[in-house]
């Protein structure tokens, strides 16, 4: 490490688990798992794009690759074709 830690890591390994103050974490519930989501695995891959469509995603600052990955994510997932049969409809 670059910094010196502040952290007393002595004090810290000598606590028991009974000593640890956990009430400033939520309790996990069935609600809990009821609304997560997963989130897809990211891979690294190198891509060749126009030189002003990097300039129009960087334009708004950082995070252009994430803005990158929710626009192919929004078109690809607009030409996915149903796979589910809607309620109420006839095949």
Known sequence: MKKQSKTDWARIDAM???D???TDIPEISED???QATIVPA???ITIRLDADIVAWLKRNGRGYQT???KILRA???SQEKPTRKRA???A
């Open 67 to 69: 803005r990158t990955n």
């Open 42 to 44: 990211k891979q690294l």
């Open 20 to 22: 640890i103050d956990y």
């Open 32 to 34: 809990l798992f009821e």
């Open 75 to 77: 078109v690809m997932e």
């Open 88 to 90: 109420g409809k006839a």
């Open 16 to 18: 028991a688990d009974e």
